[in-house]
């Protein structure tokens, strides 16, 4: 094994394994890493290869301490773990070309496991980086003496020569939709909103900058306030907790969307559940889709991978009016002996006013009134949560108010409940759509009115109206907590965040999210009727021809002597001069002959045209060209004049 | 078994022809098929389409698909790495049987591409291999065991790549009309003939040292020992002692004088005996059932001895295309 093979081979490992090193096993990054350091000594220092026991030995324990960590062998990250493990032991054992192809091979292996876990742009371009070093490893177990530069050079027209074909495979391979068998239980990360709430669990949530959803407005734009994106309803509370409940039957719902249409396309980020995103309320539903009696939007499954839906929503509506008396009921269920003072409170109100809607109207003048702050830190609340909130800390975050608030209508007699979802988002000017980010979750409360159905209040915006007009980081006054993006970063930073945000939507669009619809869609834009996998593969196979055809003549032309030498045309010219001038060179001629019948015949210029010569034989036949030779004949020629 | 039909078949499927002067390799005379890590690699491939299906990897069909081109363009490069090459063979050294006949041929590479791993095996799978520099002309040497004496044709043999991944083997068949004279195997060790009836033991050339005979000048290229030391001291110049050599006994090497009963013994004993007297700068002649080579000593006299030896018995060469390039 030659030594720039090994070198070659432990960077390919180290490209490829260096992603998982974050979500491997310390221990296992780190005797990877110790593995591939004590075989680059190994190979500086000329030493032998440990013995194959003292390998055999460290695999089984190995692989015996990753059967204990995971309690398993089989799955996704025990196959990752396992992979890169043995791919760098197999580097310890190197023996032959066969092993070195076995690793290359390997490597392939582990880089489209990267993909598992991220499918960045920057992880792509980390992709073209660990290919190009696979390749020219490659290129060395091939080719042993190949020195650095070719090896290179080599690899890289490879490469760069297989991405417009990858392109057109790319666009026209037919997609199948997968999944093809089942895939194991972690095969995805979840984050975002949960169908339960107590808390602090939206202010850690707000923490996030991570990406919910893009949204793209096709028709007007909705006002900032408008911006409710319903995410799951709750229903039942225990005194600390919200969660969704469950509806004794399941109602269709009904309302009258009246107004204000609004097109829309969500492009959802996995988060593993099975609720998507809608503006209040959704009139066209994406197709697989259904809506609940609360008006929550589901998909068909979970949402694991990116997805993106058109659809239509109207922002004007009356929610189900006609409410069943079981789901009203549902609506007041308060937990018994629990916030005294705040029964208290609403039996107060309730006695002084006899209209639901003034009663939401004076919680409402409550909640501006006295003296109330929205914070990303609230203190603790005790076992009478709401007590002490509405009468001592004052101190709270969008899912106290909202949970305060739906506690205070029910105890008013008045059915409310409490929405979870998002509200805002920030404008992306160079793509021309909407981010909506973890940080702008938010929860708000409905109240059921009778005419009127389902109401949204949003009793945050008494407190903190900016919350509402433009995002969090206005409406909290110390945002040291805050990501440091949401506060309010410098301008420059911030274009480049969106800059780079429309870059990766776009990115997200076309390359990860290139789908069979995708696909399809795109076909029929660029014309193509009827498509179909048979047209696909023959317009693919056409394509891939003419690709490959342009290639081969590009690459054939190298293989033909083209006299191109400096040296030769510019002694074929002063031939020419000289035969103009009644002095042709005969075919059989050499140099040197001709040099000596010219000087015979033109004295005057002997002595230039036998130095001519004899530095035309030396350059051209003589062993070594260089540059100081090269110009004196270059110098002599132009000197000679006839 | 299969060997045999596989051989069958490769001489139906790919002409047995041989040529004379400069091939070049067109694309007529290039085949090109996947190795076996080739298909390897492909099982790979699918294994990974079908990861990516499965898990949605857009990346993934990203760096399946470069990766399958990738294996589509090597092809490309392994057919050029071949193609229009020109190759004519080389002059040959005679050898003794056991010995490896070293056939050389010359590959011109007129292009300004550099040609990498480039390999010629023959059937018997004795193989050599070599870069070939752009616009550079580098001569290949294939060493093939001789076994028996005569000529030795170095029979087809393939001329083949797998630069640069290894996935595809593109190869390309060589028949030249060159053989190797291949000389008998010399016989162990054994002394020189005795004296013959008819003739005196082998002698020594005519600058023998017997029987002083003068002084002459010196001359440019005589012995040391031969000065005449004595006369120069009698300060009569540089001078050099001449002797007369015997004339008339000259060494037969003759079939019938050989030890043992066998041709192929018979003719390497005298190889030995060829080898021995020319060493010892003996004058000697080679005498054959059919033929009979007078007494010399020089290189010309040694090289066509041991070429009678090498072919007698042999019927003379049948070749398909006339007089190719015989060594000389």
């Known amino acids: 094994m030659n030594k720039p093979l090994v070198y070659s081979l432990i960077l390919c490992i180290l490209l490829v394994a260096s992603p998982h090193a974050t979500h491997l096993p310390p221990w296992v990054s780190s005797l990877c890493a110790m593995l591939l350091m004590w075989r680059a000594y190994l190979t500086y220092s000329g030493r032998p290869l440990p013995s194959r026991w003292l390998l055999f030995i460290i695999t089984l324990a190995g692989v015996a301490a990753i059967a204990i960590g995971f309690h398993t062998l089989f799955g996704r990250e025990v196959g990752v773990t396992l992979l890169v493990l043995l791919a760098t032991l197999k580097l310890l054992e190197l023996r032959g070309t066969r092993d070195a192809t076995g690793l290359i091979y390997l490597s392939c292996f582990i880089l ?35 020195t650095f530069k070719p090896q290179l050079r080599i690899a890289a027209i490879l490469l760069l020569q297989a991405v417009p074909l990858m392109l057109l495979l790319f666009v026209l391979f037919p997609r199948v939709q997968g999944p093809l068998w089942g895939l194991p239980q972690d095969a995805y990360n979840s984050s975002g909103l949960s169908d339960t709430m107590s808390p602090g669990s939206l202010s850690k949530l707000s923490l996030s900058e991570a990406v919910a959803f893009r949204v793209t407005y096709r028709s007007a734009v909705p006002r900032r306030d408008q911006m409710y994106w319903r995410g799951p309803v709750l229903w039942q509370y225990d005194g600390r907790t919200w969660t969704t409940g469950s509806a004794p039957f399941n109602f269709a719902p009904h309302f009258d969307a009246t107004a204000q249409p609004i097109a ?14 809608a503006l209040d309320v959704p009139s066209t539903l994406p197709a697989g889709a259904r809506l609940s009696d609360d008006f929550q939007l589901f998909g068909k499954e979970a949402v694991n991978a990116r997805q993106r839906y058109e659809m239509i929503s109207n922002l004007v509506y009356h929610a189900n009016v006609e409410e069943s008396a079981q789901q009203r009921q549902r609506a007041l269920q308060l937990p018994k002996r629990l916030n005294p003072r705040t029964l208290e409170l609403a039996a107060s109100w309730r006695a002084a006013q006899n209209s639901d809607a003034s009663i939401v109207q004076t919680a409402l003048r409550y909640f501006n009134q006295q003296n109330f702050s929205y914070t990303l830190e609230p203190p603790l609340l005790g076992s009478n949560g709401v007590d002490d909130f509405l009468f001592q800390t004052r101190q709270g975050f969008c899912e106290h108010y909202a949970s305060a608030f739906v506690y205070l209508m029910r105890a008013a007699g008045i059915p ?13 000017a160079v793509g021309n759509y909407y981010i909506v980010r973890q940080s702008d979750a938010h929860a708000w409360a409905e109240v059921w009115l009778a005419g009127q159905g389902w109401v949204r209040v949003d ?17 909290v006054k110390n945002n040291a907590a805050l990501p440091f993006m949401a506060r309010n970063p410098p301008l420059w930073l911030s274009k480049l965040r969106l800059n780079l945000d429309a870059l990766s939507n776009q990115w997200n669009q076309w390359v990860l ?13 660029m014309g193509m009727k009827d498509v179909s996998w048979q047209k696909m593969a023959r317009d693919l196979m056409l394509g891939l021809s003419i690709i490959i055809g342009v290639f081969a003549l590009l690459m054939f032309r190298h293989l033909f002597a083209r006299s191109n030498d400096p040296v030769q045309a510019a002694w074929l010219r002063l031939c020419k001069k000289l035969a103009k001038a009644g002095l042709p060179r005969a075919p059989h001629e050499g140099a040197l002959d001709y040099a000596r019948r010219v000087a015979a015949a033109r004295p005057k210029l002997a002595c230039q045209m036998l130095d001519i010569a004899g530095r035309y034989l030396s350059l051209r036949y003589g062993e070594a060209r260089d540059a100081e030779a090269l110009r004196a004949y270059r110098d002599a020629l132009r000197a000679f004049k006839l | 078994m299969l060997k045999s039909i596989k051989q069958k078949f490769r001489n139906w499927a790919f002409r047995r022809t041989v040529e004379t002067g400069t091939v070049v390799l067109n694309q007529r005379r290039i085949y090109i098929l996947p190795t076996r890590s080739g298909f390897g690699f492909a099982l790979v491939l699918v294994l990974m389409l079908l990861g990516d299906i499965n898990y949605d990897l857009s990346l993934g069909y990203v760096l399946t698909f470069l990766l399958a081109m990738l294996a589509m363009m090597s092809m490309l490069h392994a057919f050029r790495n071949l193609a229009h090459l020109q190759i ?10 056991g010995e490896a006949a070293r056939f050389v041929f010359h590959f011109d590479n007129p292009g300004t591409l550099a040609r990498y791993q480039i390999h010629l095996r023959d059937d018997a799978g004795h193989r050599t291999v070599c870069d070939l520099p752009a616009r550079r002309s580098t001569a290949m040497q294939l060493d093939i065991p001789a076994t028996r004496r005569g000529w030795m044709d170095s029979g087809r043999l393939s001329l083949y790549t797998e630069f640069p991944l290894g996935l595809f083997h593109a190869w390309s068949y060589l028949h030249f009309d060159v053989r190797a004279l291949v000389y008998p195997q010399p016989a162990a060790p054994l002394p020189l003939p005795a004296q013959s009836a008819q003739n005196g033991t082998g002698k020594i050339l005519a600058a023998g040292d017997e029987d002083f005979s003068g002084l002459r000048s010196y001359s440019p290229g005589d012995p040391l020992p031969r000065i005449a030391w004595k006369a120069l001291a009698r300060e009569q110049g540089l001078q050099v002692k001449q002797f007369s050599a015997p004339q008339g006994h000259e060494l037969w090497l003759d079939w019938s004088h050989t030890p043992h009963p066998g041709l192929e013994q018979k003719l390497q004993v005298l190889t030995r005996w060829v080898l021995d007297a020319d060493a010892q700068g003996l004058i000697y002649g080679l005498r054959l059932p059919d033929s009979e080579l007078a007494p010399q000593n020089n290189p010309a006299h040694r090289t066509e001895c041991l070429r009678r030896l090498a072919l007698f018995g042999m019927p003379p060469p049948s070749r398909k295309r006339g007089e190719g390039a015989e060594p000389p």
């Open chain 1, 112 to 146: 489209i496991t990267d993909f598992f876990y991220s499918q960045s742009m920057a992880t792509a371009l980390l992709m073209f980086a660990a290919l190009l070093a696979i390749v020219a490893a490659w290129l060395r177990v091939q080719t042993p003496h190949i």
């Open chain 1, 264 to 277: 829309y396309s969500v492009t959802l980020e996995p988060h593993n559940k099975k609720w998507l995103y």
């Open chain 1, 416 to 428: 409310a409940r409490v929405v979870t979802g998002y509200l805002g988002g920030e404008f992306n």
């Open chain 1, 459 to 475: 009793p945050t915006a008494a407190i903190a109206p900016e919350r509402v007009q433009k995002n969090s980081s206005a409406a």
């Open chain 1, 513 to 525: 999210g290139y789908n069979p619809e995708r696909q399809f869609a795109l076909l029929t834009r």
């Open chain 2, 88 to 97: 004519h063979a080389g002059h040959i050294e005679p050898v003794f049987a």
